[in-house]
């Protein structure tokens, strides 16, 4: 069916573009673009020879190359993206047995030709092969060429995965000729992204058909349904892939140009994964579109806007939340937990090497660290605020205390050691096995591993994270009964699991979770309105919700700026995006010239953009505020809707003309804010570094912090209240007809 309707609308695009009707009507829509590495399940050979050329990119012939001005490395090195060593992506003189001095084959049935595994039409008789000693090897014999994959053997029992399968040739050793090189004209690195998703995924599924994520399909078919409902015919929603899967995605570039010929000219740019950074949003996404509208004459052709991050909003924390009940229900309540948030992780501040030899994606200057480890303060709000009364829950060292990146237990899960080439190793960000042995020597007994980033349970969280720390697999039964998260034990000093015994003090247990397949839906509609925040800074607005604007400013990327009300029912309300403390960084930062992030409460950025801001209301259920006590103000709208800063925004609300508020009620003074997924109102946490509420008596006005927008409401909390209280899902009229009336006491994934 997904095929059909791929070649359905290749055609209807082209048929579009040769009759040319409605294409003044598509410039002024917005074509919205959602990219994503879309990982099959099963064995794609197309997605597989794709994957390791994205790593790569092009590379540039010479320093005017046409369409190239935004390529990374020196001349003559430079390429399109740099996450690989320049020699091992393309032929380099002096090097090139780096690029391609073997092949990976099986034997014919007849048993006269080597055949190629990466390419079925490259054959070899095998007549003509020599028998020279070492010059053909079995596959699980070779030196492990895969920091991520398990390569040919299951650790579990030993079944060789690339039975049949031989190295013919082999990798360079040393300086000087390589008597045994074989070249076939194919990139080694491709051969051996070939062989390890054979293993990799024969690994995790009995069946290797290639087919897409439920999780996947789900975020595609949610996010769809309610970008239409939020926005009508005033967009048009398509996916595309980094790496297409043979008759299941495309090209992302593909759709674009799509999107050029159809004569759109407005474009929101959206990746799917939580912590915002340079390296998905400039040259995984924006880098291949724009170059390949360049390369097709379409150069400047849009207008672009980008919807970057799903984390640190109400409903991604909402989704996190649930993951995590799962792991801490499995415990009596009043135990004593040690959480650690974990994370992808980037290279920091730069990969070692010049020329060829240098990875050149400029690692120094992103803002991932900064925008991950905000995503964990956030969430860590919401985890204290749910769970504390429950469990004892440690995010720190033993001693420490806060939010300092250093003192806490913030994890990076596809990183090691080498990653970190600072000069000042003790600023380094740490790895998730680095934590797991420190909070085991700090005592800890209990260690939940809560996995954000990954929005499903693929390759990287159920395989590549599992072998670069030491994390037990998923039995053969696990996984065909969807079961993807694991618990073991281990002993203090030794990552080895053991039999968990409870008495035994040298005994720890781990819990190590999954991600969101679970919970799909509150995912997804979080995703939705993440997109919404870019469409609308196209002044694009819902439809149906009957948003009104009350007034608008422009704030400026480092400048910042302020909106308000002067008049009217909203008239006190209103926003401050904060200046950016730091200009230039990191942006200015090197390899040499850096400072590691690692003070939430001194964000290096505040805005990410400049953008027109605005204060407004639209419909929401201000009802359900009775859920934590008495609305003493309007419900206010700030947006951009869900934009995101690090620096935190001041929101000042006026309280409702009728209200006084007592003395004795300043205490219970609160701030709210709307969760689309749950359809109730969560408590506004304090940011790191941030003064609570502050209710001003002389302006009747309370003002508080916060680092997403959306909308606001003051309630007087009832006596007694705890943000558990007003924690529940409800039916979301319009999104799906299944019950989501269900809460953290007693919930369950649906």
Known sequence: MRQSVILISAFFAAAVSAANPGVDRNAERIAV???????????????????????????AAGPDEPCTEDFVGTPPFRQQLGLIPYFLGFKTRGVEGAYDSMGLYRKSPDGQYWVSIYDPKLKLAVKDVPDTPGLITPAKDMKNPQQRSFWAIDPRDGTNYLDGVFMIGSSPRGPGPNPLAMPNGIRDTDEISMASGITDFSILHDDLAPRLSPMTEEVERTTERVLHQLFGDQIDVRFGAYSPTSGLTRFEEDVALDFAREGFRKMVLVRETTDNNNYANNFMTRGY????????GFKDTFTYQQSRQVGRTPEYNLALLHVAKKHLDRLPRGSEVAVLYTTYGLPFPDRTGAGPFSAPHPWSKEVYHENAYNNYISFKRYLEAYFGDRYALHFNRAGKSGDVRLDNYYSYGLSVPQDFTANDPENRFRTLRENIDLAKRDGRREILVLLSHWYYDGRDPLLAIRKMQQIPLNTRTDLRQGKRWVEWCERVDSPTPVDCNPTDSSIVKLQYSETFDAWGREFSIGYANNIRTAIERFGVFP??????????????????????????????????????????????FDAKNYRAFHDPADNLVSAWDSFDAYIGSQNVPVQYLRDHGEAVSPAVLMGPYRTIVNRPATI????????????????????????EASLGWDPVFVPAGSMPLRYDPKTRTASFDTQVLGVFALVVTDEGWTPVKGFRHRYPVGIDAVDLNVGLDTGTAH
Do not use: M
């Open 289 to 296: 579109v724009q170059r390949a509208l360049c390369l097709a």
């Open 652 to 675: 000042t609300l006026p309280i409702s003309v009728k209200r006084k508020i007592e003395a004795g009620e300043i205490s219970r003074l609160k701030a709210f804010i709307y969760n």
């Open 33 to 59: 673009l959602v990219t994503d590495w879309a990982e099959p399940q099963g064995i794609d050979p197309l997605y597989r020879r794709e994957v390791i050329k994205r790593s790569f990119g092009a590379n």
């Open 543 to 588: 439809v149906g919700t009957n948003l009104s604007i009350a007034a608008r400013g422009a704030i400026d990327r480092e400048g910042g700026g302020s909106v308000e009300v002067k008049s009217g029912a909203l008239r006190g309300a209103k926003l401050i995006i904060a200046k950016d403390a730091h200009p230039g960084e990191p942006e200015s």
